[in-house]
């Protein structure tokens, strides 16, 4: 018997899903879910000899890289309470 695994919330989800975006440097993004995780496709730059170009992008992102950057995110967050409460407390 498999262990279940903790389910996310969609706000979290969404919220892990963008700090990706982010990380990624996407712009123009779509976001399709399905049954091993989520299909995130939208355009980001390269570097050129002339410049930047803009390129398309693809990523599968599976329900365990979601919970990585979920883990990361909630560990982000502690830190900056922490430096918060170094300097105001």
Known sequence: ???QRERIDYPELLRALGYFIQREHLSEVSIVEFDRG???AGL???STAQ???RVPADFVV???EVRKLVQELQEQQTREQQTKRGWLG
Do not use: R
């Open 38 to 40: 989520w299909v995130v």
């Open 62 to 64: 599976s329900h365990d």
């Open 44 to 46: 980001t730059f390269k």
């Open 51 to 53: 410049g930047f170009i």
């Open 1 to 3: 018997m498999t262990a």
